[in-house]
C-alpha cells in the first residue's frame, strides 16, 4: 500500500473515503484494520487531532466491494 499513488483524485481509497465521509488516512487504516483481525496497525502522529481522527478510522464500517477495490489499486 505505500506506492504513493493510493490517494489520488478518483483512485478506490478516495471513493471509498468519500462515500464513508472520511479521510482517505482514516480509510487506510480501517482497510488495515479489515484486511486482518490479528494485524496491529499503530500509526504514527504528530498532534492530538492526528491521534483523534486515527482513532475514528476503528469506527469506518468498510465495505467488501471498495476493500477489494482498494486491495486491487495496492498491487
Do not use: Y
Amino acid at each position: 500500500m505505500a506506492t504513493g499513488n493510493l490517494a489520488t483524485e478518483g483512485s478506490p481509497l478516495t471513493k471509498a473515503a468519500q462515500q464513508h465521509n472520511a479521510a482517505p488516512a482514516q480509510l487506510a487504516l480501517a482497510w488495515l484494520l479489515k484486511r486482518s483481525p490479528v494485524m496491529l496497525v499503530i500509526p504514527s502522529t504528530s498532534s492530538a487531532e492526528h491521534l483523534a481522527e486515527n482513532v475514528k478510522a476503528a469506527q469506518i464500517q468498510l465495505r467488501d466491494d471498495a476493500f477489494e477495490a482498494i486491495a486491487r489499486s495496492s498491487v
